[in-house]
């Protein structure tokens, strides 16, 4: 499913969370809302929809739409109910809170991403990055068997 580079506001959001009996029988695995503008509040009104009426969700790509720490949280707080292989954040307003939130979630396994985690042209520090790139790669490792 795909929306991208449509300027998706308050109204358009709340119909698309609107849908979930519509959306749940047709298996969403990729779901591309970048380029869309609609911020943390767009996102709060997403997440409930990708829990509930997404399950099979593979690839979660919401890229340049304003997203900041808030919406970083609400995600680490409401994540898919399945791992993820893809998850882009990139260019969003995202700072070292809202990476503490996403590291956190991904260290205690409620956020699982599996292939590919974008997080480039955030606000974030590059120490917070690479905190999280660190504890990313050991969650894939841990998932896998690894020492």
């Known amino acids: 499913m795909s929306a991208s580079s449509a300027p998706l506001g308050a109204a358009e959001m709340r119909v698309l969370a609107g849908m979930g009996a519509e959306l749940a029988p047709l298996a969403v695995k990729t779901l591309h809302l970048d380029g869309n503008g609609f911020g943390d509040g767009g ?9 509930s009426a997404m399950p099979q969700l593979e690839r979660l790509v919401l890229h340049s739409n304003d997203i900041t720490n808030e919406g970083a949280a609400a995600l680490a707080a409401t994540p898919p109910r399945q791992p993820l292989l893809e998850l882009d954040l990139s260019q969003n307003a995202i700072g ?9 979630a991904l260290a205690d396994g409620s956020l699982s991403v599996l292939e590919s985690l974008d997080l480039i042209g955030n606000a974030a520090s590059d120490m917070a990055i690479d905190e999280l790139k660190t504890t ?12």
């Not at 996102?43 to 829990?51: D, I, K, Q, S, T």
């Not at 070292?96 to 956190?104: H, I, K, Q, T």
């Not at 990313?136 to 020492?147: A, D, L, S």
């Open 43 to 51: 996102l709060a009104l997403l997440l409930p929809l990708v829990r």
């Open 96 to 104: 070292d809170a809202g990476l503490a939130a996403l590291m956190a």
């Open 136 to 147: 990313w790669k050991t969650m894939r490792r841990n998932r896998r068997g690894r020492p």
